[in-house]
Nanobody, 120 residues
Framework: QVQLMESGGGLVQPGGSLRLSCEAS????????MGWYRQTPGKQRELVAH???????TYGDSVKGRFTISRDNAKNTVDLQMNSLKPEDTAVYYC??????????????WGQGTLVSVSS
């Protein structure tokens, strides 16, 4: 069984920082792209940041210049450093990864979600 385990999140004041971490665990051959998405009630899940295995990074327009995504291929982890947080960044953040399994199938995995609240 392959799963994504998230950590981080919580309550922070506007202008503050938080760091989210996610680790893929279980039996698999390789983790391909990894990223973070977020969702608020009544809205569609949106891309926050994504990084390919080769290191190509894509950011959502609303977080460019404030958030930084990084990954460690050896540890199968992806982190999201969030700086200059705004109230509109409040959302449930989900880790995402594409995984090649040992059964030669491709899985798209989601973490359980972690709440980030930005409020004074």
């Amino acid at each position: 069984q392959v799963q994504l385990m998230e950590s981080g999140g919580g309550l922070v004041q506007p202008g503050g920082s938080l760091r989210l971490s996610c680790e893929a665990s279980g039996s698999f051959d390789r983790v391909n792209g990894m990223g973070w998405y977020r969702q608020t009630p009544g809205k569609q899940r949106e891309l926050v940041a994504h990084v390919t295995r080769g290191g190509t990074i894509t950011y959502g327009d609303s977080v460019k210049g404030r958030f930084t995504i990084s990954r460690d291929n050896a540890k199968n982890t992806v982190d999201l450093q969030m700086n200059s947080l705004k109230p509109e960044d409040t959302a449930v953040y989900y880790c995402n990864a594409g995984v090649d399994t040992t059964a030669r199938t491709y899985l798209v995995l989601w973490g359980q979600g972690t709440l980030v609240s930005v409020s004074s």
